[in-house]
């Protein structure tokens, strides 16, 4: 429901750090914040060409993948320190120029070492990033006018996702795999030249640095990060190696949740968690995280697997996904600064995205293309409704001195809900293969077909043996839809379990242009 806005005086509705050239500023931001999340998932299809070309094999060419996320979640947490302690200028042109320099330099990778360490150099750069151009879009903008600066930056956010693998894959394809990172240079550049040019800077402190408090964060992060990704390659908790990732996790946390409520000067301000809309935000950011990147992680395999798509046919397949978030975002922040209580939107958007896996878990192998779009459009109209007004319900009550802090804080729950979702999608995944495949075989005998009596085909040696892997091939095709299915109904229960906690956030109604 709607209420009325605060109207703001003229004297009062300026940004916090005015700049001369605003739209260029917001033109280098977004680019810097664009190329940081399509390099979340870019590299992701050229992981096969890589492998040959440097010579590894399938368990450690997965650390090109787990090398960028573990370093970029344990370097996150302390943004708001070093942004602090520098300055958020420095620090973000130092970020996209390293940005810059480890992608040049991962595309010049010629063995496995160096590709997973620049990986990492990678990760850390990047994952200042995004907190920091969210920062510097809110500091820089009119109080009237940020929620429309959220709305542009959110696109990068959404669209960065989806964009990735279509834009990996016509690289690889095209060119060669070192494009996927070579592809940065030119755009970062173009970021780097406008920041450097129009990026205000932030008063600095010296405030002290919780050491023991980012240890334990890094250590329950990074081990939590290799646990989600070795589990699958190990079979999880039948490996030594996932319990002594959990007990580290479970430790490290426990003990830095004591150290950060007792600590004089920790790593987080108490006052972050003190405000309810904050708090309840970093909660439902996981399951924006686990819907957004979860979904985009299933669907590329299952469309080229068991509907025969070609990469780039996937990536028009997925595009409307894309366009409904851009169409939403629009419309949440128009009614975002007409007013309009960011509750109900967010609870709206929740529920279409609900709505979207509901019809998801109901496909087979005959779903057309047609329902793809209509399910994807849903899906992105939903995550654009809940992104937009649920930023601007964090920020809104947060003091200028926690905005970069609470944003590295947003991205690092949104990042570690899209890694716990994956991990746990793709277990589940594999788990109800197994399950549905020995439940279809148990009914696979004589009356299966009447064109082939499986009782007898032993008896014709080698054709009986290919007629049986064809037969056990639709059989893995019909229980790989059948786990895909139960992946989109548990997906449905986890976003519709997040719409009450939306009701414990208290209404939010930001000021209006005079």
């Known amino acids: 429901m709607a209420s009325a806005p605060a109207l703001l005086a003229p004297e009062q509705d300026v940004p916090l750090y005015p700049v001369r050239n605003h739209g260029l500023l917001m033109l280098g931001v977004m680019i810097a914040a664009l190329l940081q999340i399509l390099d979340s998932t870019i590299a992701n299809v050229a992981v096969p060409h890589m492998q040959t070309s440097l010579g590894a094999n399938a368990d450690t060419i997965n650390w090109v993948l787990t090398s960028y996320i573990v370093a970029a979640a344990v370097a996150m947490p302390i943004t708001g320190w070093l942004a602090e302690r520098v300055g958020t200028r420095r620090l973000f042109i130092w970020s996209v120029a390293g940005f810059i320099l480890s992608?040049?330099?991962?595309?010049?990778?010629?063995?496995?070492?160096?590709?997973?360490?620049?990986?990492?150099?990678?990760?850390?750069t990047g994952s200042f990033i995004s907190p920091l151009s969210q920062a510097a879009m809110i500091d820089s903008t009119k109080p009237s006018r940020q929620p429309q600066m959220m709305s542009l930056w959110g696109m990068s956010v959404m669209i960065g996702p989806i964009l990735g693998p279509i834009l990996g894959g016509w690289l690889t394809e095209e060119w060669n795999w070192r494009w996927v990172f070579y592809v940065n240079l030119p755009l970062g550049i173009v970021s780097l030249v406008i920041l450097i040019a129009e990026l205000p800077d932030r008063?600095?402190?010296?405030?002290?640095?919780?050491?023991?408090?980012?240890?334990?964060?890094?250590?329950?992060?990074?081990?939590?990060?290799?646990?989600?990704?070795?589990?699958?390659?190990?079979?999880?908790?039948?490996?030594?190696?996932?319990?002594?990732?959990?007990?580290?996790?479970?430790?490290?946390?426990?003990?830095g949740v004591l150290h950060l409520t007792s600590t004089p000067d920790p790593l987080f301000r108490r006052e972050l968690f003190a405000n309810p809309n904050f708090a309840i935000s970093l909660l439902l950011m996981v399951v924006v995280g686990l819907v957004m990147m979860a979904s985009i992680a299933l669907l590329p395999p299952m469309m080229q697997h068991l509907f025969g798509y070609s990469v780039i046919d996937t990536g028009w397949a997925l595009m409307p996904r894309g366009v409904g978030t851009l169409v939403s975002m629009q419309v949440s922040g128009w009614l975002v600064r007409r007013g309009v209580d960011a509750r109900p939107i967010v609870m709206l958007g929740f529920l279409l995205a609900g709505v979207s896996l509901w019809m998801m878990s109901g496909w087979s192998l005959d779903v057309d293309n047609g329902h793809i779009i209509i399910t994807g459009l849903i899906q992105g109209l939903g995550m654009g409704l809940v992104f937009i007004p649920l930023n601007n319900a964090a920020f809104a009550t947060l003091p200028p001195t926690l905005r970069t802090e609470?944003?590295?804080?947003?991205?690092?729950?949104?990042?570690?809900?899209?890694?716990?979702?994956?991990?746990?999608?793709?277990?589940?995944?594999?788990?109800?293969?197994?399950?549905?495949?020995?439940?279809?075989?148990?009914?696979?005998?004589?009356?299966?077909?009447?064109?082939?009596?499986?009782?007898?085909?032993?008896?014709?040696?080698?054709?009986?043996?290919?007629?049986?892997?064809?037969?056990?091939?639709?059989?893995?095709?019909?229980a790989m839809m059948i786990a895909y299915i139960n992946d989109f109904y548990a997906m449905m229960w986890v976003t519709l379990a997040a719409i009450p906690l939306v009701l414990l956030m208290r209404p939010v109604t930001p000021p209006r242009q005079p």
């Not at 190990?234 to 580290?248: G, K, L, Q």
Request: hydrophobic share 50%.
């Open 406 to 478: 609470g944003a590295s804080l947003l991205n690092l729950t949104r990042s570690l809900g899209a890694s716990v979702g994956i991990s746990v999608c793709t277990t589940l995944f594999a788990r109800s293969v197994q399950v549905s495949h020995a439940d279809l075989a148990a009914n696979v005998d004589g009356s299966f077909t009447e064109a082939i009596d499986v009782t007898t085909i032993d008896r014709f040696q080698a054709l009986g043996d290919a007629v049986l892997r064809m037969i056990d091939g639709e059989v893995t095709r019909q």
């Open 203 to 255: 008063a600095k402190s010296e405030r002290r640095f919780d050491l023991i408090g980012f240890g334990l964060v890094a250590l329950a992060l990074g081990s939590l990060q290799l646990m989600l990704d070795r589990g699958n390659h190990v079979d999880w908790f039948e490996s030594v190696e996932i319990w002594i990732y959990t007990a580290v996790t479970v430790s490290a946390a426990w003990v």
């Open 103 to 124: 992608s040049m330099l991962c595309g010049m990778a010629q063995n496995m070492t160096s590709m997973v360490i620049f990986r990492a150099m990678q990760g850390i």
